[in-house]
């Protein structure tokens, strides 16, 4: 089923649609948002099905939910003058079908926990005037709240939506034709050819080809299941410990999604909330991430100590002419990317309809540069399935976090939770920062890292630059924070799949990638001890110091956490990074 024609044809047709409103020039909202939603209903109702049933019902939802969003975008006009109020039964049966569908579709995707939290949203609008006390709201009148959420951009279609639609998309293309390629092939050669004879160095090989991968994956779990099919066996060959082994390829695929320069759909959906320009957010998500991967190889070398890791054989090195010649199925799309964007000043999005063209054509060749007919068909399908596949998982979790979005904005609800962090923390930072940090842990363990931070930032971040954060700043702690379920017990979806990958207890594997991976507990803290660390662009002297002075903190701290035996000498040792990385509140 998963190669028939058909599927092709819609792949290919959902992929044009998502490339063409980079070229097209302005499309109506309410046109190119419901066809984005009519695109992916199929993949994720249908095409996903495991059963019998949901093949019924996922084609009934699809017909039904389909035939609503076309008629929003046929319709789009007259939908304009209503202002956000439904007209009749038909607008409000259209509006119900929008939000079950939407609800269904994420329940499908990624399981309970998000639609949950969408259903209560709705039940707390359509109720919330009868709850007492400040947390009631005066309630707002059927028509007007269904409507809004479903002919208006304040729901979903709202600016979530737009994320999705002509940013998010383009880049899951963009990562599934480099997939279907040799670029995989050529993050591994690479990787092996910088690290793979140094101590520990098929851990540290992980360590770089998971960064590269999951720059452009953009998925903890994803990146897992791909580069640790090929990392987790050669740890395990050359006799690294497999709760080691695993740990590193979780925390290290945990990293990639803080990875500059694409971090997976985070920095785009954080464009859109903060308003910052990309290039920004990229300047000042670059020393965190490097310092992230710092500590992991200060990490991985204690451990090579403990257990005196070797290096990968010479002869099993790849050989020069591979590591440059696949290289090159990665280099040169990354390389169009980071020249239209930065050389040419095109938008991301426009630049990355390049760097796909330029992915394209590499497809038809193999890793020995050689053109290669017979796979390029193959690996075609394989990307424009792929790209569908993925974009209708990652739309689905957006259309339903748009709901929730939606009710915070209608009944005020966002303010209010902003007014209780503020007033639980006394008005301080750090409680705040520890309640936000709580939150998104939590909220973490049951929705993907993107929703987990636009939910918690959307009634956290209000309050953090209200006591002083800038808006960027409070902006990547959230989505810093947002990540520690991939490695954190007790849901830690990293962890589960390497340690099932290699068989291996997962506790022991979480506990060594907790360890391995303690920069993404500190660092967070050490960007608002250190702001100017964010600044590399406006202040690269300051910004450049405070990496270094965090660089030695975290050497401490990892070193101390791993190579140490006494429990009293990793305390102290512990603390004394920890303060290292926190001085820049003294200074």
């Not at 059927?142 to 729901?155: C, D, K, V």
């Not at 040799?182 to 050819?193: D, K, L, Y």
Request: glycine content about 12%.
């Amino acid at each position: 089923m998963t190669q028939h024609p058909i599927w092709l044809g819609l792949a290919a047709l959902m992929v044009m649609f998502h490339l063409g409103l980079i070229f097209w020039g302005l499309v109506p909202n309410l046109v190119s948002r419901p066809l984005h939603l009519t695109f992916v209903l199929p993949w994720v109702f249908v095409f996903a099905a495991k059963s019998r049933a949901q093949l019924i019902s996922g084609g009934v939802l699809t017909v039904l939910g389909g035939a609503s969003a076309l008629w929003i975008a046929l319709n789009h006009d007259m939908l304009g003058d209503q202002y956000g109020f439904l007209e009749g039964d038909f607008q409000t049966a259209v509006a119900l079908t929008l939000l079950v569908c939407v609800i269904e579709a994420a329940r499908r995707a990624i399981g309970w926990p998000l639609p949950l939290v969408a259903v209560a949203a709705l039940g707390y609008a359509l109720f919330g005037d009868a709850i007492p006390g400040e947390f009631g709201h005066s309630g707002t009148p059927l028509p007007s709240f269904l409507g809004t959420m479903t002919i208006a951009e304040g729901g979903i279609w709202g600016s979530l939506t737009a994320v999705s639609v002509g940013v998010v998309s383009i880049f899951v293309i963009f990562g599934a034709v480099l997939n279907a390629g040799e670029a995989g092939q050529g993050f591994m050669n690479v990787a092996a050819a910088a690290a793979g004879r140094l101590k520990g160095g098929a851990a540290k090989v992980s360590v770089i080809s998971s960064a590269l991968f999951g720059s452009i994956s953009g998925s903890a779990s994803a990146n897992v299941a791909s580069t640790g099919a090929i990392t987790l066996p050669a740890m395990t060959k050359l006799g690294y410990p497999k709760r080691l082994a695993a740990a590193v390829e979780a925390v290290a695929s945990s990293g990639g999604q803080i990875m500059p320069p694409l971090m997976g759909a985070g920095a785009f959906v954080m464009v859109e909330l903060t308003g910052v320009p990309y290039t920004s957010i990229m300047g000042a998500a670059i020393l965190p991430a490097v310092l992230f991967f710092f500590a992991v190889w200060v990490g991985i070398n204690a451990y090579a100590s403990r257990f005196k890791l070797r290096g990968i054989d010479a002869s099993e090195q790849p050989a020069t002419r591979d590591v440059v010649i696949t290289s090159g199925f990665f280099l040169v799309p990354f390389s169009v990317l980071l020249w239209g964007m930065f050389g040419a000043g095109y938008t991301p999005q426009y630049a990355a309809c390049m760097a796909i063209l330029a992915g394209a054509v590499l497809l038809m060749f193999n890793r020995e540069a050689r053109f290669d007919r017979s796979q390029f068909a193959a690996r075609l399908s394989s990307a424009l399935l792929n790209a569908a596949r993925q974009i209708g998982m990652i739309a689905s979790i957006i259309f339903c976090a748009s709901i929730i979005i939606g009710v915070l904005s209608i009944t005020g609800l966002g303010v209010k939770i902003t007014s209780l962090i503020l007033s639980g923390s006394g008005g301080l930072l750090w409680p705040s920062l520890l309640l936000t940090a709580i939150a998104c842990l939590v909220l973490g363990m049951e929705v993907p890292t993107t929703a987990a931070y636009v939910i918690c930032v959307s009634v956290a971040g209000p309050a953090l630059i209200q006591q002083g954060l800038e808006p960027l700043q409070a902006h990547l702690f959230v989505f810093w924070f947002a990540l520690l379920s991939t490695i954190t017990p007790p849901v830690c979806g990293a962890v589960f799949i390497a340690a099932g990958m290699i068989g291996e207890n997962w506790i022991k594997v979480a506990l060594t990638a907790m360890a391995l991976g303690v920069g993404l507990y500190v660092i967070p803290l050490g960007m608002i001890a250190n702001p100017d660390i964010l600044r590399l662009a406006e202040t690269p002297m300051a910004a450049l110091f405070a990496f270094l002075r965090m660089a030695v903190g975290l050497a401490v701290l990892s070193y101390g956490l791993i190579a140490l035996s006494a429990l009293y000498a990793k305390v102290c040792v512990g603390l004394l990074g920890l303060a290292i990385v926190m001085s820049g509140v003294v200074f």
